[in-house]
């Protein structure tokens, strides 16, 4: 029963910015790991990056350039794209790992071209 609200993708220039968000329909907790992930056109869906009580991690791609953040009082985790290149083009899920079960959002796509 657990839902998570994604928004903010579109379509952006190469080295412009955007800024995701994900809203739970649960109350999240520091404990409760969250993160963002990304599936291109033909590729399988990896990591971008994780944020937990204690740690972030990033993939090599976006670091540097991504940010993730959590606002626990309002059950979000935010990603802050910025240098926005090409190859980010891909459909965006954000996810939470909520007491050992695994969320996910319902994806946004994020389009980067000129």
């Known amino acids: 029963q657990v839902q998570l609200v994604e928004s903010g993708g579109g379509l952006e220039q190469p080295g412009g910015s955007l800024r995701l968000s994900c809203v739970a329909s649960?109350?999240?907790?520091?404990?409760?790991?969250m993160g963002w992930y990304r599936q291109a056109p033909g590729k399988q869906r990896e990591l971008v990056a994780a944020?937990?009580?204690?740690?972030?991690n990033y993939a090599d791609s976006v670091k540097g350039r991504f940010t993730i953040s959590r606002d626990n009082a309002k059950n979000a985790v935010y990603l802050q794209m910025n240098g926005l290149k090409p190859e980010d083009t891909a459909v965006y899920y954000c996810?939470?790992?909520?007491?050992?079960?695994?969320?996910w959002g319902q994806g946004t796509q994020v389009t980067v071209s000129s």
């Open positions: 944020i937990t009580r204690s740690s972030t």
């Open positions: 996810n939470v790992n909520y007491f050992g079960n695994v969320y």
């Open positions: 649960v109350t999240i907790f520091r404990g409760n790991a």
